[in-house]
T-cell receptor
């Protein structure tokens, strides 16, 4: 079975400071990894994904994430946080072994950027 | 990215009535769509996988007679909450993946907030 862990319910960061939202995963095969952002009462928006290749993935709105196979992590990062980045962030994984289609989401991390 | 439209965004109904939520892929075809339920301050719970032209696959613990899913075309899936009760009040979100499979990310609708009085 595949799983995703987001150990922090909430992350607070001052505007202009770098931010990190943590994610670790567990799959039996090779993972597809995703980050999504959700604003209040809205659906999820896709930020970035790791499929294969370069471990550092760049996505929308200046976000990036680093795939670390040995640590089974896929932390989301941004060099300089904006107040508008305040939202709920979800890490997700899909196991590509055997054509398994389901995507498993983490519990979400609320990011609060303080002006 | 691809666009998924979900309607209605908000619905309030009386207990015992049925509510239909539509999910449309606007610029791509989706043989598979997914329906999620999200409780306040919680993650998304996959309810069912909607397959075009065939029966939906429900997750364990989800009542298929309660949550009727129809995926009649490659661009439309509907979720009908039958005989709704206050405990069915929630935020329902659909998602879809381009039938071409491609890189595999899901595209989400804007969600539908159901309030059952």
């Amino acid at each position: 079975a595949q799983s995703v862990a987001q150990p922090e319910d909430q992350v607070n960061v001052a505007e202009g400071n770098p931010l990190t939202v943590k994610c670790t995963y567990s799959v039996s095969g090779n993972p597809y990894l995703f980050w999504y952002v959700q604003y209040p009462n809205r659906g999820l928006q896709f930020l970035l994904k790791y499929i294969t290749g370069d471990n550092l993935v760049k996505g929308s709105y200046g976000f990036e994430a680093e795939f670390n196979k040995s640590q089974t992590s896929f932390h989301l990062k941004k060099p300089s946080a904006l107040v508008s980045d305040s939202a709920l962030y979800f890490c997700a994984v899909r196991d590509i072994k055997g054509g398994y289609q389901k995507v498993t989401f983490g519990t979400g991390t609320k990011l609060q950027v303080i002006p | 990215g691809a666009v998924v439209s979900q309607h209605p965004s908000r619905v309030i109904c009386k207990s015992g009535t049925s509510v239909k939520i539509e999910c449309r892929s606007l610029d791509f075809q989706a043989t598979t769509m997914f329906w999620y339920r999200q409780f306040p301050k919680q993650s998304l719970m996959l309810m069912a996988t909607s397959n075009e032209g065939s029966k939906a696959t429900y997750e364990q613990g989800v009542e298929k007679d309660k949550f009727l899913i129809n995926h009649a075309s490659l661009t439309l899936s509907t979720l009908t909450v039958t005989s709704a009760h206050p405990e069915d009040s929630s935020f329902y979100i659909c998602s879809a993946r381009d039938s071409g499979w491609g890189s595999g990310e899901l595209f989400f609708g804007e969600g539908s907030r159901l309030t059952v009085l």
